[in-house]
């Protein structure tokens, strides 16, 4: 009964700003990490970013690092994923993730279309 809703995508130029959100809900929804991963066409899967419960450790992709900010406020049972001067390269649908203590449960997002432009 856990579900993550994700929002925040859309089209934009080369340069421009997005910030993705993705709100769990459900009574037993208790993560102990949350991330983002991203999927291009023809590509496989990869990890952007992950954030560990009330305020744990971050982790990024090489290719994001500097450019893109991940954040989670527990209250609101929200992960939030701030992109800055964004490339055509991070075109993908990109997909929200949360996973219990010692991965005994995993959760996914249906995810939300990024498409940057030139």
């Known amino acids: 009964q856990v579900q993550l809703l994700e929002s925040g995508g859309g089209l934009v130029q080369a340069g421009d700003s997005l910030r993705l959100s993705c709100q769990g809900s459900?009574?037993?929804?208790?993560?102990?990490?949350m991330g983002w991963y991203r999927q291009a066409p023809g590509k496989q899967r990869e990890l952007v970013a992950s954030?560990?419960?009330?305020?744990?450790?971050?982790n990024y992709a090489d290719s994001v690092k500097g450019r893109f900010t991940i954040s989670w406020d527990t209250a609101k049972n929200t992960v939030y994923l701030q992109m800055n001067s964004l490339k055509p390269e991070d075109t993908a649908v990109y997909y929200c993730?949360?996973?219990?203590?010692?991965?005994?449960?995993?959760?996914w997002g249906q995810g939300t279309q990024v498409t940057v432009s030139s």
């Open positions: 993730n949360a996973r219990t203590r010692g991965y005994r449960d995993v959760y």
């Open positions: 459900g009574r037993t929804f208790s993560p102990w990490a």
């Open positions: 954030i560990g419960t009330n305020g744990g450790g971050t």
